[in-house]
């Protein structure tokens, strides 16, 4: 089946630092992705839709300055924490809608964040 | 804006049974689709099953079947002959026709009894 890879799985950084995760579909094209956040024996909570060469559309009560989205080809997304506080340690996890089927959406494996 | 309701945080069952776990959403759009979700420990969402709204007949994919009730916006997911490997969070989802993000319920905690 296809497959949507995110980078890093897991990652520490400190606090006021910047911090990316890349989102890829491996054999397939995605004009959308979307990336979610999910506490701890929580929901998935849309952050926002990502559309290739555009703007990403965020969520109400997402700050767009702080989780900067871009998705400079058809296969690559990429969500940057920007001056990262504790607070936004979590498990971030993106997904992908094959352009072919346009109905299909794949999940990524998600990414562990923890700012110290 | 769309909700998903899962009114069960958490349910068990002894192996080879048979267990129901509840989603109501709420939505004005006539066109959507419905989703159950499974997440192990790993955290890895893997699709249960899938429903479009404009189709009567339930989904059914080999153990696991819905009950999907359109006019009671009621789409519950039924898992016979229960197996040790379904233990896991299960998420009902809901997606808009116009191709949104997925709204997800808080999920359903399932505990397999050997």
């Known amino acids: 089946g296809a497959v949507v890879s995110q980078h890093p799985s897991r990652v520490i950084c400190k606090s006021g630092t910047s911090v990316k995760i890349e989102c890829r579909s491996l054999?397939?094209?995605?004009?959308?992705m979307f990336w979610y956040r999910q506490f701890p024996k929580q929901s998935l909570m849309l952050m926002a839709t990502s559309n290739e060469g555009s703007k990403a559309t965020y969520e109400q009560g997402v700050e767009k300055d702080k989780f900067l989205i871009n998705h400079a080809s058809l296969t690559l997304s990429t969500l940057t924490v920007t001056s990262a506080h504790p607070e936004d340690s979590s498990f971030y996890i993106c997904?992908?809608?094959?352009?072919?089927?346009?109905?299909?959406?794949?999940f990524g494996e998600g990414s562990w964040l923890t700012v110290v | 804006a769309q909700t998903v309701t899962q009114s069960q945080p958490e349910m068990s069952v002894q192996e080879a049974e048979t267990v129901t776990l509840s989603c109501t959403y709420d939505?004005?759009?006539?066109?959507?689709?419905l989703f159950w979700y499974k997440q192990p420990p790993s955290r890895q969402m893997i699709l249960v099953i899938r429903q479009e709204a404009y189709k009567q007949q339930n989904a059914t994919e080999n153990r696991f079947s819905v009950n999907f009730q359109k006019a009671a916006k009621s789409f519950s997911l039924k898992i016979s002959d229960s197996q040790l490997g379904d233990a896991a969070m299960y998420f009902c989802a809901y997606r808009g026709g116009g191709a949104d993000g997925l709204t997800f319920g808080k999920g359903t905690h399932l505990i397999i009894q050997p």
């Open positions: 939505t004005s759009e006539s066109d959507y689709y």
């Open positions: 054999d397939f094209q995605a004009t959308t």
């Open positions: 997904s992908a809608r094959d352009i072919r089927t346009g109905r299909s959406i794949y």
